[in-house]
């Protein structure tokens, strides 16, 4: 069974800019978070959503939004990209929202 | 608040010894708790989950935790460490309803030949 799959790996954008990520949940997968890592934030938690709806949102500026589509696949945008938005977004998915979540190998966002 | 606290920030434990990572959490009920691991710019895997049940749960890779309630810790564990075990270890806790999880700070594992 494949896993979790964040597309792309790899992004580097100019301040300003926006940028969107792609995330593909584990098949049979309802439930889709995401988080952003940094070294000295840690893990933090951005958004949840379930069957297409955003179930609870992190403590993040508007700038950062997402969605989930009827095949469970989700994307986040974040707009007006500033310096401190780099980081490493992860997606997890999960059958249900209080399963256990499995991670993707993450989007590492450079912003210059 | 709800927090989870790992408070050694860098182990280094020999090969073939045993290691223990703390985890303490503050939690207004009691929560689902996990560990992941990560290796250098991957993503996190799961190693353990404890619902419910059994306290002492075991995991992939020879790890096992244990859930103590009264001391609100759910401690990782190995017996016998090897040199593919360095990585960073992360203690979660989680709603039993469902939604965000909420991370330990980590703590970086190195081993020693």
């Known amino acids: 069974k494949a896993g979790v799959t964040q597309t792309p790996r790899y992004l580097i954008k100019t301040r300003g800019q926006q940028v969107t990520l792609s995330c593909s949940p584990i098949?049979?997968?309802?439930?889709v978070s995401w988080y952003q890592q940094t070294p000295g934030q840690g893990l933090q938690f951005l958004f949840e959503?379930?069957?297409?709806?955003?179930?609870n949102k992190g403590n993040f500026p508007g700038r950062f939004s997402g969605r989930q589509f009827s095949n469970s696949r989700s994307e986040m945008n974040v707009s007006t990209l500033e310096l401190g938005d780099s980081a490493l977004y992860l997606c997890?998915?999960?059958?249900?929202?209080?399963?256990?979540?499995?991670f993707g190998q993450g989007t590492r966002l450079t912003v210059v | 608040a709800q927090s989870v606290t790992q408070p050694d920030i860098h182990i280094t434990v020999s090969e073939g010894a045993s290691l223990e990572l703390r985890c303490n959490y503050s939690?207004?009920?009691?929560?689902?708790l996990f560990w992941y691991v990560q290796s250098p710019g991957q993503g996190l895997q799961l190693l353990l989950k404890?619902?419910?049940?059994?306290?002492l749960v075991q995991g992939i890779k020879g790890f096992e935790a244990e859930f103590k309630r009264s001391q609100s810790s759910f401690n990782l564990r190995k017996p016998s460490v090897h040199w593919s075990d360095a990585a960073e270890y992360f203690c979660?806790?989680?709603?039993?309803?469902?939604?965000?999880?909420?991370f330990g700070q980590g703590t970086e594992l190195s081993v020693k030949p």
């Open positions: 997890a998915s999960s059958i249900d929202r209080n399963t256990e979540a499995f």
């Open positions: 098949s049979g997968h309802r439930s």
């Open positions: 959503y379930f069957s297409e709806t955003q179930r």
């Open positions: 939690y207004g009920a009691t929560p689902y």
């Open positions: 404890y619902f419910s049940g059994d306290t």
């Open positions: 979660a806790v989680g709603a039993r309803e469902g939604g965000k999880l909420i």
